[in-house]
């Protein structure tokens, strides 16, 4: 299956957003659209609002405060704070100066804000409250080139000397249109740091280059660019994903952003927003289709209509993806069918979507399904820090179960062993003060070693098969993925989250967490004394129909990477916790840590 889009080489791409920085697209859609709503947030019952106007005007404001604290080009400013319009308004500032703004997890202890405020050199840092504060006062006696703090929200307790964010906007703006062009193609953009879960934290290095080389090439992947969508921004910024697909993106395709401050809120935010462009990590994606199949398995008629106009919706969308007419017989059972899905995504806020995208891990193939057979084209992206974002995407011709096609500009191919390798303009600059493992990665013909495993088809569509240091290498020297068995597992209702151990074992076993929205009710149907997660993890009713589950996935694969034994969990996995990361990947060092009496024990049945 072809895109049937003409593919643009590096140099192409490169040519044409020759001269550009992040900060002259920002000014150029500021001067465009100073009266478009640029930024919303939550304002008790109703909306704040931002225009293009107001967002230029404001960072320009704090743009003159962070020159007059002695900000300059090339420096480096932290910002610690969640999902609001402030942080548009801050990173912007910033690179009004040509100095690169640096975003830290919310959820980094006082000891790793000092790692990386020290590691890059930082010399303000701006945080949203007193409780990120707290974290920078502690370490900031190991902080010499730190300058000043700001606080966003104070409550009263910022010692004297921490600035204040609305004062800092009481200056005068720096004029938009010199202040744009302060910035070289080659000066940072900004530096995304890995989890370091192999080590210290490895800080990629973007540059204004990357980034709308970047931004160029996403927009290529669209039949037409979809300038004005609306979107809800909620992931920490300190993704590459959130940061390029609302922040970046967003400033060159004009897009309306809603900030939402906690991911677990986002659901709520969709009915009012309305999104026309939704990105999202698979666990969130997944909770959303657990909802439906659990509010739809109290009904018996809903869930009647819904299984009835599913498969009919997977047809259809295969017919889609190729682009091609429905056959008279499946037109009309869609003429049926297509209501259910209309009335399913209206209920969620997703009815009008242009392009949903699931990236950052593997999404089941079974959610994926569930939502183009509602009739809403979602898609999954593939990339990584070191590159920008996105590696590969095709948002409307899609193969299920791959991670689309490379995107324009970006060469993709597999080395002998099946890893992933990446050339093109997306390609980061390096790891901040780190030679030896910029090395690692980058060869010396520019290409990204990706530590992925994929497999490339007749078409140029890429499948991952797991991460090169997360195949599991069992006793018997057999390597088996575990995300492919944990997508097997979370492609039931009954289970939410999974973690497959192995590596050095014998066989094959899983920690599995019930889901929070279809255990209570699947408990009620079925007549059970409690729907509390913790009791159900041990009820015998709950613990055979999970072994049936089981045993489905397992015909999937074959003998050796079957799971021999599993321990059911009666808590969920949040995100940012011992077990998930802030964009709820499984941490698995964290998991084998703090479930080890769990795992002993299924390999001492």
């Not at 062009?181 to 990629?204: F, M, Q």
Request: proline share 6%; glycine share 8%.
């Amino acid at each position: 299956m072809s895109t049937g889009k003409a593919w643009t080489t590096s140099n192409e791409l490169t040519a044409v957003v020759a001269g550009h920085t992040v900060a002259t697209r920002f000014r150029d859609t500021a001067r465009a659209h100073p009266d478009r709503v640029a930024l919303r947030c939550k304002s008790g019952d109703g909306w704040a609002e931002w225009t293009w106007a107001d967002y230029a005007d404001q960072a320009c404001r704090l743009a003159t405060a962070l020159s007059g604290l002695g900000v300059v080009q090339g420096e480096r400013v932290v910002l610690m704070m969640r999902n609001r319009p402030e942080f548009h308004i801050a990173d912007i500032a910033v690179m009004l100066l040509g100095a690169t703004p640096v975003s830290i997890y919310n959820s980094s202890a006082p000891e790793q804000v000092e790692y990386l405020a020290r590691h890059c050199g930082a010399v303000v840092a701006i945080v949203e409250d007193i409780d990120y504060l707290e974290r920078v006062l502690k370490v900031r006696g190991q902080l010499p080139a730190l300058q000043a703090i700001a606080i966003i929200d104070d409550d009263g307790r910022a010692p004297g000397d921490v600035l204040h964010w609305a004062d800092l906007l009481k200056n005068d703006p720096i004029d938009l249109d010199t202040a744009a062009g302060t910035a070289n193609a080659d000066d940072l953009a900004t530096i995304i740091y890995t989890s370091g879960t192999t080590g210290p934290p490895k800080g990629v290095m973007l540059d204004h280059a990357n980034i709308v080389w970047t931004v160029e090439s996403l927009l290529r992947c669209w039949d037409e660019v979809p300038y004005f969508s609306r979107m809800v921004s909620y992931l920490p910024m300190a993704h590459i994903a959130e940061r390029m697909t609302s922040h970046y993106q967003g400033i060159v395709g004009v897009f309306e952003v809603t900030t939402c401050p906690e991911p677990s809120r986002v659901a709520s935010y969709l009915p009012d927003v309305r999104p026309e462009i939704m990105f999202a990590v698979p666990r969130v994606w997944e909770k959303i289709h657990a909802g439906v199949l659990a509010l739809a398995g109290a009904d018996p008629n809903q869930q009647a209509m819904l299984d009835a106009a599913l498969p009919v919706g997977e047809r259809v969308s295969e017919y889609r993806a190729r682009d091609e007419a429905l056959p008279p017989d499946l037109a009309a059972a869609w003429e049926t069918a297509k209501p259910v899905g209309d009335f399913v995504l209206n209920l969620l806020g997703l009815d009008q979507i242009k392009s949903a995208i699931s990236g950052a891990a593997p999404l089941p193939v079974e959610v994926l399904k569930f939502f183009r057979a509602l009739g809403m084209e979602m898609s999954e992206i593939y990339g990584l820090s070191e590159t920008s974002g996105p590696t590969t995407w095709e948002p409307f011709r899609v193969k299920v179960g791959s991670v689309g096609p490379r995107i324009s500009g970006c060469e993709v191919v597999l080395a002998a062993d099946g890893e992933v390798l990446s050339r093109g303009g997306n390609i980061f600059r390096g790891y901040l003060n780190d030679p030896e493992r910029t090395a690692e990665a980058l060869d010396d013909d520019g290409w990204l070693h990706s530590g992925d495993i994929g497999v490339l088809d007749d078409d140029g569509y890429l499948k991952i098969v797991d991460r090169k240091k997360e195949l599991i290498i069992t006793a018997g020297g057999k390597n088996i993925s575990p995300a492919n068995l944990e997508a097997a597992l979370k492609s039931f209702p009954l289970i939410g989250q999974a973690a497959v151990i192995g590596d050095g074992r014998p066989c094959i076993t899983a920690l599995v967490v019930l889901d929070p929205e279809v255990a209570p009710a699947w408990a009620a149907k079925a007549g059970l004394a409690s729907t509390a997660l913790a009791d159900l993890a041990r009820d015998p009713v709950v613990l055979e129909e999970v072994a049936r589950n089981v045993a489905d996935a397992n015909k999937r694969f074959s003998n050796v990477e079957q799971i021999k034994q599993f321990t059911v969990l009666g808590e969920e996995w949040l995100s940012d916790s011992e077990e998930m990361t802030p964009t709820m990947k499984l941490k698995r060092r964290g998991i084998n840590s703090k479930f080890a009496d769990e795992i002993e024990a299924m390999y001492s049945r």
